[in-house]
T-cell receptor
């Protein structure tokens, strides 16, 4: 079945540091890939997505590139802010599977001033 | 921007009692889901619902669970006889179409079973 493996956390960085959160996946077919972010007390929100190989999703300074050859979708940001502190989830959605999304375990990011 | 709304935000119930968690998905969305999250981490799929029937369900979604879309707007999750291990945050989500469109999540219902 489909699975998503995400870099274990928690991750603690200083403000303006570079962020990478690794994500790899296993899926049948050609999934769409997503990063969601969850702030305390809230539901998950879409951060960015990519629907085919070599697509780059970007939003709020975050980027991730759909790498089919390495089955990866690593999240990066060049300069993190305190307000980026949240839990980040990598997810895939298989078009042939009723659109069900499979999530990684989540990575907690804390950014210190 | 349209959003998914869930009620109540927090539900406390005794073991063995029935609970109904309610959701109003975004109005033009076609696919509906329930997920749960334990201890603020892993997001677990429970069930997907399309065209007024269950599309897929996980092993977690046993005979104690059921879903309904009774009136074309609400989407409910019922747990018939709650267990301590059902304590979790339950999220409703919807998407406009399958596959490449993202999930839109509600803010969740925190279920506490005592």
């Amino acid at each position: 079945g489909d699975s998503v493996t995400q870099m274990e956390g928690p991750v603690t960085l200083s403000e303006e540091a570079f962020l990478t959160i690794n994500c790899t996946y296993t899926a049948t077919g050609y999934p769409s890939l997503f990063w969601y972010v969850q702030y305390p007390g809230e539901g998950l929100q879409l951060l960015l997505k990519a629907t085919k190989a070599d697509d780059k999703g970007s939003n709020k300074g975050f980027e991730a590139t759909y790498r089919k050859e390495t089955t990866s979708f690593h999240l990066e940001k060049g300069s993190v802010q305190v307000s980026d502190s949240a839990v980040y989830f990598c997810a895939l959605s298989d078009p042939g599977n009723a659109g069900k999304s499979t999530f990684g375990d989540g990575t907690t990011l804390t950014v210190k001033p | 921007e349209p959003e998914v709304t869930q009620t109540p935000s927090h539900q406390v119930t005794q073991m063995g009692q029935e609970v109904i968690l309610r959701c109003v998905p975004i109005s033009n969305h076609l696919y509906f889901y329930w997920y749960r999250q334990i201890l603020g981490q892993k997001v677990e799929f429970l069930v997907s619902f399309y065209n007024n029937e269950i599309s897929e369900k996980s092993e977690i979604f046993d005979d104690q669970f059921s879903v309904e879309r009774p009136d074309g707007s609400n989407f409910t999750l019922k747990i018939r006889s709650t267990k301590l291990e059902d304590s979790a945050m339950y999220f409703c989500a919807s998407r406009e179409r399958s596959g490449g469109s993202p999930l839109h999540f509600g803010n969740g219902t925190r279920l506490t079973v005592t």
